[in-house]
């Protein structure tokens, strides 16, 4: 089915999103971060430097590496709240559950496994509570979500925020700790080089970035999330399929003989975030993913060039990884075993920096992302 054109040509940026001032912040707070480095020695740890700017911090602490995360959901809750209020079914367990999956994901990335997870729900109002069925779905999605990663809920903060929040809303958001087991060595990307293979396994859907672009396609749809998708699904159910969890993948993969030199969870930025490492490497995909249904619903109904699309939504790939020459086919045979499709989408190339789209003709240049610190002065 075709979808009606209902957006600007720059669709993210006119949802408010602007991903360069963004970046330009977030640089501008880890090399303030930077600075507080050494003071971990005065309790006897220690920084890994070379993680700032990676999903999660690293340090050492009593012989063993740990690693730390806080990372919020975004807008996807109001996409619950307003799913509910239109189509009448439960939606909390699922935004609950991908709010876990993107702490998670991000914390693995540095091969570290989460062993404690912390909840951080923030309301308009206190009355947000007074639905029973709907904090109890919320509660129930952080808890199974917490599961599925093998980590204990430690405990969080419930705030009430009236004249922050909007009154009906609620802000989901979270941390976690994680450690490196024994033996291994926490992954910065430092062993990356030309000929590596990059494997990209599947996303379940639009996962927690790009929500706010969703909701207004949603609004400017004259059936709102009732609009029917090809399939035959609703739009508001569809984005509302939860996040994969990519926590047992990891491990699998960091406990066994394969060679893993860097791990992506594709999220804000979308295919930008293959060329996180601050290295001068090229990153050339030959092989997309299937898009899934629902992005590419919105892709067409945002009238978003291939480019913005690729750098906005996931585009049907959830997480990359990227491992040492010939060895792309046993980390997606690793990935089947556990359920998930993966499949061998490129290869790491010798620079300049940058992701080559083969397949649609798009290029993404070095400017394009940089979440590199400051350092010194």
């Excluded at 990059?198 to 949603?218: C, D, E, K, M, T």
């Excluded at 060895?327 to 620079?351: K, Q, R």
């Amino acid at each position: 089915m075709s979808s009606p054109p209902v957006g600007p040509t720059s669709a993210y940026g006119a949802a408010g999103v602007d991903y360069h001032a963004l970046d330009a912040g977030k640089r501008r707070a880890l090399s303030a971060a930077l600075a507080t480095s050494g003071l971990l020695s005065a309790r006897g740890g220690r920084a890994f430097d070379e993680s700032r700017g990676e999903p999660a911090f690293v340090f050492e602490l009593a012989g063993q590496t740990l690693a730390f995360v806080v990372e919020g959901l975004g807008t996807k809750s109001v996409i619950a709240r307003q799913v509910e209020d239109q189509l009448g079914v439960e939606a909390f367990a699922s935004v609950a559950y991908d709010t876990v999956a993107a702490i998670v994901n991000d914390l693995c990335c540095v091969g570290a496994l989460p062993l404690v997870v912390n909840a951080y729900f923030a309301t308009g109002s206190s009355e947000w509570y007074e639905h029973e069925e709907r904090q109890s779905a919320l509660l129930a999605g952080w808890q199974r979500a917490c599961v599925d990663a093998g980590a204990t809920w430690g405990g969080g903060e419930s705030p009430s925020l009236p004249g922050m929040v909007a009154g009906p809303e609620i802000e989901l958001a979270g941390s976690a700790i994680g450690a490196v087991p024994a033996g291994q060595k926490p992954i910065f990307g430092d062993a990356l080089g030309a000929g590596d293979e990059i494997v990209f396994v599947a996303s379940s859907g639009l996962h927690a970035n790009g929500a706010s672009l969703a909701r207004i396609v949603a609004k400017q749809l004259p059936d709102g999330y009732r609009t029917p998708l090809a399939s035959g699904r609703t739009l508001g159910e569809a984005l509302l399929d939860p996040s994969l969890i990519y926590v047992p993948l990891v491990q699998a993969l960091t406990a066994g003989d394969l060679d893993i030199h860097y791990l992506s969870h594709i999220t804000g930025h979308g295919l930008l975030k293959l060329m996180r490492p601050r290295r001068d490497l090229g990153y050339r995909i030959t092989r997309l993913p299937p898009v899934p249904e629902v992005l590419e619903f919105l892709v067409g109904a945002a009238r978003m060039a291939p480019a913005e699309a690729y750098s906005t939504f996931n585009m049907g790939c959830g997480f990359a990884i990227y491992s040492a020459p010939g060895t792309g086919e046993e980390v997606v045979s690793v990935a089947s075993e556990l359920g998930l499709s993966a499949h061998v989408a490129g290869t790491v190339e010798p620079g300049p920096r940058r992701v080559l789209l083969e397949e649609i003709d798009v290029v993404f240049e070095d400017a394009d992302m940089d979440l590199t610190p400051q350092r010194g002065g």
